[in-house]
C-alpha cells in the first residue's frame, strides 16, 4: 500500500540523536555530506562509515526502516558502481575485448557504493528523527538572514510545511479512493501501460478536486485564525542550542579533522 | 434460508511491526443469513469500518476467514475483484469518488467493469438510478455540478447498479439533512425489499438503525460484543451505554414506563408502535387523562 514509503517518515523517539536541535542536525548533515566526497583513502573512508554507523545505532530507530530506505536506491547503487567498475585508469588487471578492469576502477566502485549507502542513511537518519514541523522550523531560522534580500523566507517555510502536513493527509486520501474505485471493480494491477495509466484517472480525478478542496478550506480556517505571514509571529516552541548540541558539533568536527588528516598523510586510492 | 456470509475466528491488525501497530478487529465470528438486513453499531475507532472493508477483500485478514457462499473469498487471490462485484460496498462520504463527466457514466463505471455492455449496462443505470431516485436530466449533467444529497445518491447509484448480493454501507445518511436522510433510508429498505439481497448497515444513528434492521451487531474496542435481534439489543439500554451508545429515545421512554411498573413490551423500536401500546394500556386501565 501506498503509506508503506519509508523514506522522510518521522519515528517519534527521545534517542540522542532525536533530542538534537534540528538547526544542529541540518548543519551537520551537510558538512557531514561534504565530507563524504572528500574521502580519497580507505583510512578515511572508515573513519566516515564508522561514524555513519554510529549515528544510526545511536538514532533509536530500528535497522528495519533504513534497510527499508535503502532498497529504494539498491538499483542505483549497483548500476553506478558497476559503471565505475570500467572507467578506472592504470595498467589493466583483466582484459576481454573492450572491457577493461583495474586496481583503481574497483577501488572507485567501492568507493560510490560506500558513500551513496552512507548518504542514504545519513539523510533517513535525520528524516527519522526530526519531526517534519522541527525540520521546516530549523530551515526557516537557518535561512532568516536571506531576509535582507527580500527572499520570502517565512513564507517558503509556511508552504513548505503545509506541503509536508498534508503528505500523510493525501496518501490516506489516496488509498480511500483507491479503496472505492477497486469495491466499483477498477482494475489497477493488470493490463499494459497504457491500460495501467487508463486505470489511474478514476483516482487521480477526486484526488485532485479533494486536494483542491482542502486548500481552499485551509484557507480559509488560516484567514478565520487572522493569519497575516511572518511579521511579528511568535513561536510556542522555540528551540535551543545545548550542551548536547556542542558535543554534536564537536564530534562532526573531530570526524572531518580525521578525514583531512588522512587525506594529507596517506596516499590516496582513487 | 441459508447462509450467505460466515466470518471465522476474524482479525486485522493495522501496520503490523512497526511502532503504530494496532488491533482493529480481532476474533470475530459470525454468521449472516440470506436477505438479512443487518445493522453495525458501536462508537468510533469500534472497528466497524473495518470489518465492512474484510468483507469484500480490500484488505486481507491477518487471520481467520472470510466464507462468502460457503467459499473462503482468498481461496484465489487472483479472483478477489469478483468477489467485489457480489459484495457492493459504499464508503464513508462516497461522494468524494465520482469521477466521470456524466452522472450516467459514473453509475455505469462499476458495471461496465464486471463486462456488461449495451442494453444490459444501460437498464443496470437507469434502474439504479431509479432506486436512488435519480431525475433522466440530472444522469447527463457533471457530477460536480449536483448538490451535496444528489451526488451522495450518484455515488450509491454506482454500486447498486452492480446488483450485488450483499450490499454494504457505511454511514450512508452522514451529514445529510433530516429529510435527505429519511429519504435516502427508505430507499435502501426499498431497494433491499424488491431484490430481496442482503444489506449490511452502519450507522451512528440508533433511530436509523432500530427502523429498519432485522438483526444488529454491536462492536466494541474491535471486538464483536452483541450480535441479536434488534428489538433483544435495544431492550439493553445499560449495556448499550457501557459501550457508548444509546437506545432510540422512544425505547427509552417505554423503558422507563416498565421500570415503573406498567405493563408495556421491551424493546419498542417506533413512534407508532409505542403510541398503539399507549393507547392500550390507556383503553385497558380504563383512565381518560
Known sequence: MVRDVTLGQYFPGKSLIHRLDPRAKIILLIAYLVIIFCTFNYLSLAVVALFTAFCVAFSGVPAKFYLKSLKVIFVIVIITSVINMFYGTGDPIFEWGIIKITVNGINRAVFVTVRIICLILASSCLTFTTSPTDLTDAIERLMKPLNKIHFPVHEIAMMMSLALRFVPTLLEETDKIMQAQKARGADMDSGNLFQRIKALVPILIPLFVSAFRRAYELATAMECRCYRGGVGRTRMKSIHMKKLDAFAFTATALVIGGVVLCNIFLPAAL | ?289
Open chain 2, 1 to 289: 434460508m441459508s447462509k450467505i456470509l460466515e466470518l471465522k475466528n476474524l482479525s486485522f491488525v493495522y501496520g503490523q511491526g512497526t511502532p503504530f501497530e494496532k488491533c482493529a478487529v480481532s476474533n470475530v465470528d459470525l454468521s449472516i443469513e440470506k436477505g438479512e438486513l443487518i445493522g453495525i453499531i458501536g462508537h468510533t475507532g469500534s472497528g466497524k469500518s473495518t470489518l465492512v472493508q474484510l468483507l469484500n477483500g480490500l484488505i486481507r485478514p491477518t487471520s481467520g476467514q472470510v466464507i462468502l457462499d460457503g467459499e473462503d473469498i482468498w481461496k484465489n487471490p487472483k479472483e478477489i475483484r469478483k468477489i467485489r462485484f457480489k459484495v457492493g460496498m459504499v464508503f464513508q462520504y462516497p461522494e468524494y469518488q465520482l469521477f466521470e463527466e456524466t452522472v450516467y457514466k459514473d453509475i455505469a463505471f462499476g458495471p461496465a467493469n464486471m463486462g456488461k455492455s449495451g442494453n444490459e449496462l444501460h437498464d443496470a443505470v437507469i434502474k439504479a438510478a431509479e432506486f436512488t431516485g435519480l431525475d433522466r436530466e440530472i444522469l447527463s449533467k457533471s457530477p460536480f455540478d449536483l448538490s451535496g444529497g444528489e451526488k451522495r445518491r450518484a455515488a450509491i447509484a454506482g454500486v447498486m447498479a452492480m446488483d450485488p448480493e450483499v450490499l454494504v454501507l457505511d454511514e450512508p445518511t452522514a451529514g445529510l439533512d433530516p429529510m435527505g436522510r429519511d429519504v435516502l433510508l427508505s430507499q435502501i429498505v426499498q431497494y433491499h425489499r424488491k431484490r430481496k439481497n442482503t444489506v449490511l448497515l452502519v450507522s451512528h444513528s440508533m433511530e436509523d438503525i432500530a427502523r429498519v434492521a432485522d438483526r444488529i451487531m454491536v462492536m466494541n474496542s474491535s471486538k464483536l460484543v452483541m450480535f441479536d435481534e434488534t428489538k433483544k439489543i435495544f431492550s439493553h439500554s445499560r449495556e448499550l451505554e457501557k459501550y457508548g451508545l444509546r437506545v432510540p429515545q422512544i425505547t427509552k421512554i417505554m423503558l422507563k414506563l416498565k421500570e415503573k411498573g406498567y405493563d408495556v413490551s421491551d424493546g419498542v423500536l417506533t413512534v407508532d408502535s409505542a403510541l398503539s401500546q399507549i393507547y392500550s394500556l390507556l383503553n385497558r386501565e380504563g383512565k381518560i387523562w
